[in-house]
């Protein structure tokens, strides 16, 4: 079918061609042709579908005519075949019903759109005549452009209809595919699961009793062609044409004039309005996969060739997106005055509006590279009291891209259109960054959906990412959004941050310069590869209001890490948050979106955020490498200690607050790699304070390389790996059966690896002449394994800091012995804790997968940020 399709979409094309040739012109403006009666030409499709089958294509009133429901766009259930056959039509005669009909549809899709091609190639010779008239205002010619102007109009009516009518067609062929596919794959699984080799009865085979009419490998062969065809060119709308339907000045007209209305509007214009909505809802989704298969398209293209292509936009594109942007401007600001009847429909457009606008953002500034971030500073090794070399310096200024500036520039000058009605051209770059974010900071502030607030913040993360200096602004923005409280989340945020996405970006570009941190580079990937994991599980998520929580959380993560500003504060204030929400207190709960049920969603997002920061935490020896608002009471270590006290206090709540296993284990494993990552930084902080020079120290002030600044960082981490993982331990033993191997072997992992960070900080005090804290020491400890750091040459140092994370890439994982938990001793531990009883249920992250974060997966973890724009 999709060859016959290719077929009669060329034969169509050309029949039309040659017709324009000889209808006097030769295709130029002087023809006669008149696309009108091919675009009024309806489409008679057969009689073979029942009155049930239609209603679950969505068609309405046995016409291409679907249902008005807003989730009439949502594919149909794999599983709801099986209502096809609930009638007494023979199961056969269904499905071939459906494969008629279905090829019928496909033939008149490509008709269709052979048709729209010379019919926009006629619209674009009639606006041109337009044009040329020029700008006499004498009777005459006025009145031609006046005359010429409805026809034009009129024109852009027939195109909408036909790509409407399109659009319906194409989504009734995929809703038929997904019932074929279903049935296919069904059918499969039923052959698979009763044997090849045995000869079953009619009345065994169920619904599939007439399956031997219709063989599978014809249902196979024609499931194949239908997706051929859906994801061929003859399937597609070209952008210009979908343009030319959107930039409708009369539709947007009666948009902003019927938005204010509430009771005063009638049936008849509430019912044209809804049309608006839906027609350019689909319109908006269309251009919105068009700039994600071109970006994905150039990516690749660039990758091949080892280099990047720019992106680039047509001038009919700049102009489109300025025309929604200027919309946008206008209707944002109307979300609280949408009738109830529009309200639905209403927000949806305004989502896919910004999807539109983030999707030619986040296009143009795909080649931009953000100045010196936290990640520059803590993978980019630089060798200590030696200049960086000019080679390796981040100038973001350097580094323009000219689409994204133009892009901005015709935004910014629309926004001038808009706010001073007067069309003014804004020429300087800063200047249209300044004029766009103050525009999406006043949408912010006056917007009451939580949902489009998120579109918002990205866009403005955009921007902010084209500055060449942020200086924490965009985390100020961030953080006061999260305070905010929304009363309604209308659409479903499905995409990661920005922000996220641009530090995928950073960590690929960081990794492949000759000057980065290889061991610490394999730390940071595996600590942050578990975050997107985890974000990406997040958003799937059924609560709308949590779902925008999580991305505003991840928003202001990001944000930090991207303008290099200390993550203690936000990490601290979440963490009491979670305390007075576990306490049922009013005064400790500072987060608007944090409630009992998204409460261990929140608290396994912060063991992550916190395992990233202290994965890229480093010492600083000057105030130039200090990240911005960072403490200076603990030395040069700060950045390190905090993220340690941090896990201390998230297994204290881990105690006070009832969790279901799943969250238990991931907290084991969390403590797991906490302790890994806390011998890394033993190790470097060592190296680093080894490599120091010797400083004459001035009065009044701090000598970053004298050793007992290590001191605070060993007491910490002798209270958290030893004290509080083993108290964690034990609590998990007395509450958790010993027949649970999952567990078990966790837990034995967990105390083998406690030991291990106690032999490494006796060998560090040893060495390093530091008091060693009294919670290490115990009477069944292992025997001490001493490593003579300051003896041990460089390479050693790399090669065992690194040999800590490549163990995790070995398939074959050293088994513990179930014996290793003899070692826990039967006394209290040293906390008075209490650990409430585990919840059996899942009630509480029932939104959250039960796979573990952990697992190998097969998944590209990164691919909803690659594609964000696309969901």
Known sequence: IDQVADYVYYLVDRYLELGRIHSSGALSSKSSWNPRGWLLTKIQLPCCLSQLTMEMLGMKHNSLELEDEPNSNVHVDPESWKRLFSSDVPKAAIVRGLIEFLSCIVVSISISNAVLKHAHDHFLQEQDQLSEMGDNESGDILKKKKKKQKQIEALRKLLQFQVNKVVSMQRISRNIYQLLNGLYLAACKQRLSRGSEKTVSARSHGIFHDRRRIPLADI??????VKSFLNSRMNKFDSSILWACISDDVDDAFVLETTMKTASM??????????????????LRNLQHSFTSNSNQKRNHGQALGNSTPATFDDLSLLGISRVFQLLMSLTPCLRHFSVSTSEEGRLYLSAMYKIMLAAFSFAARNKRVGPTMIDKSLIDVVPNRRRSKDIKLNSSNDRNLQLDILMQRCATTKNAVDNNVVATVTNVNTAVV??????????????????SCYIMDLISILVVSEDSTCGAMADITWKNIHTVYHISSSSVTHLPYM??????ILSDVTKSEHCDVERVTVVNDTFSHLLRFSNTLLKTKDLHAKAFYHNLLTHYSSLLIENVSQSQCLTEIFTALEGTA??????????????????????????????????????????????????????YCEIIWPIEMFGKLLFLVHAHPFSRRVIFNVVKHSLLMIKLCEYQLQYCVDWRNSQNVSLVTTGSQDNAAVEM????????????????????????????????????????????????????????????????????????????????????AHDKKRRRSSLFQQRSNNSRPSFSTSVLEQLPTAASERPHTMKHFSESESEDSDISNNDSFADSDDDSFGVIGDWARN
């Open 266 to 283: 009638d049936e008849q214009l509430l019912l044209r309005q809804q049309q608006i909505f839906r027609f350019r809802e689909q319109i």
């Open 500 to 505: 996220m996405f641009e530090i995928h970006h």
């Open 710 to 793: 290590l001191q605070p960082l060993i007491d910490k981490i002798a209270s958290v790996c030893t004290s509080d993982v083993m108290s964690l331990c034990r609590t998990i033993r007395k509450e958790l059966s010993e027949s649970n191997f999952k567990n078990t072997k966790s837990i034995a992992g967990l105390i083998f690896r406690v030991q291990g960070i106690k032999e490494t900080l006796k060998s560090i005090c040893q060495s390093q002449s530091l008091t060693l804290p009294q919670r290490t020491t115990s009477p069944d400890a292992a025997a001490s394994n001493k490593r003579g750091i300051a003896d041990d040459s």
């Open 583 to 636: 306490a049922f207190s009013s005064q400790l709960k500072s987060l608007p979106g944090l409630n009992e049920k998204n409460f261990p969603a929140v608290f396994e997002l912060l063991i992550h955020m916190t395992t990233v920061s202290f994965s890229l935490a480093k010492p600083y020896s000057s105030k130039k490498h200090r990240p911005l608002n960072a403490e200076k009471k603990l030395g040069p």
């Open 220 to 225: 196979q062969s024609s499931i194949t062609a």
């Open 435 to 452: 004029k766009l974010k103050e525009g999406l900071l006043q949408q912010l502030e006056t917007c009451d959906d939580a949902s489009i």
